[in-house]
């Protein structure tokens, strides 16, 4: 008779240790308590963003909210990362806001499921690896620019319906008790762990919040003065478009600019969430995920979405570890639209903000403005530089902005680091010896060729490599040309100490080099005639 498993702990304890996960090995009744209510907290902030982004897009809520639950959901289940929250996001929404402007929300639709297969495109390609060259300074100042955008965001929800129709910032009493709100809720954040952790301090302080609201009906907005998030399951539907060469010249530059701000911001999430729990690796994972979360998405109504910084720091400040927090989140999500509106609808605006202002506070790196004046010049300015972009652009554009910057930074770097040490030979007679250091590439190719000086050297010689390395097509040619301008003088040259993957470097471009039977393994040592156009020996 088999024998019935109370817990998910007595079940992890029986996997083998291979097959268990780290997050499980602890997990006990305490621990799952924890993420369903960390589930819930992310939950309740989800919903006045979904409801923002979708007005940002020129959507209706419900087609924000089916995103978040639908991108939640998946990803939670099937991510890179344990602990990640994904959803509708504002990165997304305002590339949106065009191409449903001209072509309205069924374009969308198709939009976004192409946007998912490129996303799935990626994470089979093995492309989410290259996430690791984005330099340390790029990722502060994605995270300071992101702390940013999320700051600004929420002064969005301190204005009100004016008599036309639109929207004013407000004033007098209103203004003061929602300001009143928001700071009470970022004590309570801050207090309650002190007393109590048997519930997330961010649910603790919507709760009691929005207790003294409802209770004392305090004339301040609340989330059902945004939009009703009332509404029934998604429904399966094709998107309404013709299936034509245009469509497709309409929809693809929108689904490849999506899914590549989708990947840049989910990967880094990624990494920025397992610096905090200890997690490694899983982007190819993560971009398969979300791919197959806003293909799912555009069938079922949704707008897509990515990654969310903002509440993935809610929940992993919260205590969620585990895939059932991001699990429980998208289930409370899809509650409140089914069954809890009437209630949802009731929880004041100023909470929910408190929440997120206290996000702004952890996430921002508050030790990048200490060290700017320490880092390199450089380095401090990339920081500057991707913050500001964020802010003002996408975080698509501040990433390869910062990228390029810090990738041109290292080549001059290394470019001058090119140098040569001259000297005559001890084992040829008359042969003079110039010792390369420092990489040879398209930086440092031009200040190579400046180094020489065939006119005046004598007869024979000889470029040694072993300081150095030959690194691309620039470089061969960089050689070829000095090799050239000693062969018009009437001069010899050798090169000597190319190492082995020069050596292949060197075949592939064809230039110069010819292999060798009798080439050493660990390295290769090879005189080249110009002269004479022919190999003098291995050495």
């Known amino acids: 008779m088999k024998q019935r498993l109370t817990t ?143 700051f600004l965001a929420q002064l969005e929800q301190f204005k009100i319906s004016d008599n036309n129709g639109g929207h004013e910032w407000m004033a ?69 478009v013709p299936l034509s060469w245009e469509t497709l010249t309409i929809i693809l530059p929108y689904a490849v600019i999506l899914a590549l701000i989708g990947l840049i911001e989910s990967l880094l999430t990624l990494n920025l969430v397992g610096e905090i729990t200890g997690n490694r690796g899983g982007a190819s994972r993560e971009c398969v995920a979300q791919g197959a979360a806003n293909t799912v998405t555009g069938f079922f109504g949704g707008m897509g979405g990515c990654a969310m910084i903002g509440q993935s720091m809610i ?73 500001a972009v964020t802010v003002y652009e996408d975080l698509a554009t501040a990433v390869v902005v ?18 040569v040490i001259s000297r005559s030979s001890v084992t040829e007679i008359g042969a003079w010896v110039y010792e390369i250091q420092g990489p040879l590439f398209f930086g440092s190719a031009t200040q190579f060729q400046e180094l020489f000086d065939p006119k005046n050297d004598p007869d024979l010689v000889i470029l040694d490599f072993m300081a150095s390395r030959v690194v691309d097509q620039s470089a061969l040619q960089a050689i ?8 018009e003088a009437g001069k010899r040259l050798q090169l000597r100490h190319l190492t082995r993957d020069c050596h292949k470097l060197l075949i592939t471009a064809g230039q110069l080099i010819v292999d060798n039977d009798d080439d050493p393994e660990c390295g290769i040592a090879v005189d080249y005639d110009i002269k004479h156009g022919r190999l003098s020996g291995a050495h």
């Open 8 to 150: 998910l702990a007595e079940f992890a304890q029986r996997l083998k240790p291979s097959d268990q996960p780290d997050a499980l090995k602890n997990f006990s009744l305490t621990q799952g308590r924890i993420e369903v209510l960390s589930g819930l907290t992310v939950a309740l902030a989800l919903v006045p963003e979904a409801v923002a982004f979708s007005f940002v897009a020129g959507v209706g809520p419900l087609v924000g909210l089916y995103a978040a639950f639908i991108v939640g959901l998946i990803t939670a289940v099937f991510g890179g990362r344990p602990g990640m929250i994904s959803g509708a996001t504002g990165a997304l929404a305002v590339v949106m806001v065009s191409l449903v402007a001209q072509h309205g929300v069924e374009y969308l639709f198709a939009t976004v499921v192409l946007m998912g297969v490129l996303q799935i495109s990626a994470g089979l390609l093995r492309l989410g690896k290259f996430i690791r060259m984005v330099p340390h300074p790029v990722m502060l100042g994605f995270v300071n620019g992101l702390a940013i955008v999320i």
């Open 172 to 240: 007098g009493s209103t203004l003061w008790l929602t300001l009143a709100l928001v700071a009470a809720t970022m004590a309570l954040i801050a207090i309650i762990p002190r007393i109590t952790r048997l519930i997330p301090a961010p649910l603790g302080a919507i709760g009691v919040v929005a207790g003294l609201v409802i209770f004392f009906n305090l004339p301040v907005p609340r989330v059902g003065d945004l939009a009703s998030v009332e509404g029934g399951l998604p429904v399966f539907a094709l998107p309404m």
């Open 315 to 387: 929940n992993v400040k919260s205590g969620g570890r585990t895939r059932l927090s991001g699990i429980s989140a998208a289930l409370f999500l899809l509650s409140f639209i089914l069954f809890a509106s009437p209630v949802i609808e009731l929880i004041p605006l100023a909470a929910l903000v408190g929440v997120m202002f206290m996000v702004v506070i952890g996430t921002f790196a508050w030790q990048s403005l200490r060290v700017l004046r320490i880092i390199p010049r450089a380095d401090a300015f990339v920081i500057i530089l991707v913050t």
């Open 402 to 419: 910062g990228v390029i910057i810090s990738a041109l930074v290292y080549a001059w770097n290394a470019a001058s680091r090119i140098q």
């Open 480 to 487: 070829d040309s000095v090799a050239a301008k000693y062969a």
